[in-house]
């Protein structure tokens, strides 16, 4: 039996708005071992996330407590901030942090995608841990970002809802809702393109 870890920041429960994700991860822990890493929010009612456990092999949710892995590297790193950055503006100290992650020149949505990444760093450490992978998962492109940090050796299958930067492309001004910039669509565009040349497959349903 093959296993299969997925990764999403919106959990697929039922009935929710990912509905889908649900019944095709419900499909697929028929023939396979399915691990899912994903935040469980407030809103989401015992009962969905308990539907959904049981409906797969393996769940590593934050904010559920992990198993405390031990890593092969310094565990004295410093992540304050000197005193001299807490001074500077905080539009300034967001865009330098974009810039030491290498999110620049991704879209506006990288660094939100990237703090959840490092909230479920700790359950998604158990699961790489605690099995060996087959094949990891990465529901929709937005997701690129968590490609920079994960092991080289399962295969990486990138899964699109949709091609963001077509329909954002097309769409209309419509009121009451703010049109993605021209920069903004060019650079999900690029990171569509980029989660398809770093993963092994790629498959759309839209």
């Given amino acids: 039996m093959h296993r299969v870890l997925v990764l999403t920041t919106d959990l697929p429960y039922f009935p929710g708005r990912n509905g889908h994700d ?3 991860l419900r499909h697929l822990a028929r023939s396979s071992h399915v691990g899912l890493v994903a935040p469980r929010y407030p809103h989401v009612s015992d009962a969905s996330v308990k ?3 049981e ?5 590593y949710l934050w904010p559920d407590e992990a198993k405390p892995i031990y890593l092969h590297c310094a565990d004295n790193v410093n992540d304050n901030l000197r005193p001299i950055f807490r001074k500077l ?3 300034f100290l967001k865009s330098l942090l974009k810039y030491a992650l290498k999110i620049h020149r991704e879209p506006s949505d990288a660094l939100e995608k990237i703090s959840i990444l ?4 700790p359950n998604l450490l158990e699961a790489l841990h605690t099995l060996r992978w087959d094949a990891v998962v990465l529901i ?3 997701l690129a970002p968590w490609l920079e940090y994960l092991p080289s050796g399962p295969a990486k299958i990138v899964y699109f809802h949709d091609v963001r930067s077509d329909y954002l ?3 209309r001004n419509i009121p009451g809702y703010k049109k993605p910039s021209r920069a903004n669509v060019c650079a999900i565009k690029n990171q569509e393109a980029t989660a398809i040349r770093r993963s ?3 498959g759309f349903v839209s």
């Fill in 89 to 91: 503006p905080k539009v």
């Fill in 169 to 171: 492309n097309r769409s």
């Fill in 140 to 142: 929709q492109s937005s």
């Fill in 22 to 24: 649900f019944f095709n």
């Fill in 118 to 121: 490092r909230n479920c760093a």
């Fill in 200 to 202: 092994d497959m790629a």
């Fill in 51 to 53: 539907n959904l456990v």
């Fill in 55 to 59: 409906s797969i092999q393996s769940h």
